[in-house]
């Protein structure tokens, strides 16, 4: 983070503390188990992890963006990948969407609940039939006399199963395309929401992935978050902090997969010689160094333009499309290093290894990156 001073420093310290102290002696289990406790949200509204960066009067810490970012890194750093998507959906999207398109009204009802842990959120954009194609989603609001009525189906929707809040795209204006998107805060014990059962992943195993179900599902006219008909150009507008959130946890999680690879070829052996002294090991390693700098300085550029509102969603798709791809490629190198031994659950390495690979699919994949930037050079 472009950020250095006492305040960042004890930040720091204190994420690090926590996660040590509340979720290293848990999360293998968690990990085995494919579920993290509902609880936990709680204990990390305690210590101060969530709403790092939201308002004081809301409970928030009221520090800036870059360290809701910090936190990001450094669960991501410690191997927590499964925890790092829901934190970063909880903490690093939900929340400011509430704060910057929400009413006050909206703010004061869930803001201090998500902050403490006691109410968890999500986002419901996906679904079956569409992706990142959002203007194809089916699942639609109806308005009513007694409010809105919202039937339809939602998948891949990290921390599904227990938001007590999702945000939902759906279509009010079947005919405007893009247009007709509108976002509603859904109350999860309203009747007509249902979840399907968790999906299970190849890695992230313990971040609960659900399907989500609308079924004659009334919310209050009062539970449009914005405007009607603007729900696609809120996405755009929120999008810059996903990706960066996105990128925090590639630097982190890269970052901890090349400390575990250097930790390992210094101390392994093999024709009379570590592992680390090995041209190729060494070249590899060094190459992984040089690229991880560099996308911290691009990150790094990228947060300031948030800050000065100046970040383009052209500027966050070449983020996340650059640094994911290299987190990716970095930690098979890594795991590369390991030899056989990286390809056992044994070594944390194997799970950085599978954490890593839906990076470059939510959040936009790559392929959607490269059309958004494309577009940008040369139009539509």
């Known amino acids: 983070m472009p950020i250095?001073?006492?305040d960042s420093d004890l930040f720091h310290t204190m994420i690090?503390?926590?996660?040590?102290?509340?979720v290293a002696p848990h999360f293998d289990a968690w990990e085995e188990a494919g579920a993290m406790p509902k609880s936990l949200w709680q204990t990390l509204g305690a210590a101060g992890l969530l709403g790092i960066d939201m308002p004081e009067i809301y409970g928030g810490a009221g520090a800036r963006m870059e360290i809701c970012q910090m936190a990001v890194?450094?669960?991501?750093?410690?191997?927590?990948?499964?925890?790092?998507?829901?934190?970063?959906?909880?903490?690093?999207?939900?929340?400011?969407?509430?704060?910057?398109?929400?009413t006050e009204a909206?703010?004061?009802?869930?803001l201090p609940k998500m902050i403490s842990g006691d109410a968890v959120g999500a986002i419901a954009m996906t679904e079956p039939g569409a992706g990142s194609d959002l203007a194809a989603i089916r699942?639609?609001?109806?308005?009513?006399?007694?409010?809105?009525?919202?039937?339809?189906?939602?998948?891949?929707?990290?921390?599904?199963?227990?938001?007590?809040?999702v945000i939902v795209c759906a279509k009010t204006d079947p005919k405007a395309g893009a247009k007709g998107i509108s976002l509603f805060l859904v109350d999860t014990r309203l009747a007509g929401f249902s979840r399907g059962k968790a999906i299970k992943k190849i890695g992230q195993h313990c971040s609960d992935t659900a399907e989500l179900f609308f079924a004659d599902l009334l919310v209050p006219h009062d539970a449009l978050l914005g405007d009607i008909g603007k729900g696609f150009s809120y996405l755009?507008?929120?999008?810059?902090?996903?990706?960066?959130?996105?990128?925090?946890?590639?630097?982190?999680?890269?970052?901890?997969?090349?400390?575990?690879t250097l930790d390992y070829v210094k101390e392994r052996r093999a024709f009379g010689q570590r592992i680390a002294d090995f041209q190729n090991s060494r070249f590899k390693l060094a190459e992984a160094r040089a690229q991880l700098d560099m996308a911290r300085v691009y990150l790094d550029h990228c947060?300031?333009?948030?800050?000065?509102?100046?970040?383009?969603?052209?500027?966050?798709?070449?983020?996340?499309?650059?640094?994911?791809?290299?987190?990716c490629k970095i930690t098979d190198q890594c795991l590369q290093l390991f030899g056989g031994y990286g390809y056992t659950v044994e070594y944390p390495i194997s799970r950085f290894?599978?954490?890593?690979?839906?990076?470059?699919?939510?959040?936009?994949?790559?392929?959607?990156?490269?059309?958004?930037?494309?577009?940008?050079?040369l139009g539509k």
Not at 76 to 100: S, T
Not at 246 to 252: F, K, M, R
Not at 304 to 314: F, L, R, S, V
Not at 353 to 377: F, H, L, N, P
Request: glycine share 8%.
């Open 4 to 6: 250095h001073d006492e």
């Open 16 to 22: 690090r503390r926590v996660l040590e102290q509340e």
């Open 73 to 102: 890194e450094e669960i991501a750093r410690q191997g927590f990948g499964g925890l790092c998507g829901g934190y970063n959906i909880h903490a690093n999207i939900v929340m400011p969407y509430l704060l910057h398109i929400g």
């Open 106 to 110: 909206q703010r004061q009802q869930w």
């Open 139 to 165: 699942t639609h609001a109806e308005r009513t006399d007694e409010g809105w009525l919202i039937n339809g189906a939602k998948v891949f929707i990290t921390n599904g199963l227990h938001a007590d809040l």
């Open 236 to 260: 755009m507008q929120e999008l810059p902090r996903e990706r960066l959130g996105v990128a925090a946890q590639a630097i982190g999680a890269t970052e901890g997969a090349l400390a575990l």
């Open 303 to 327: 947060i300031d333009k948030y800050n000065a509102n100046a970040m383009t969603p052209t500027d966050a798709a070449i983020l996340k499309l650059q640094l994911t791809e290299m987190q």
């Open 353 to 377: 290894y599978v954490d890593a690979r839906v990076q470059t699919i939510y959040a936009g994949s790559s392929e959607i990156m490269k059309e958004v930037i494309a577009r940008s050079m």
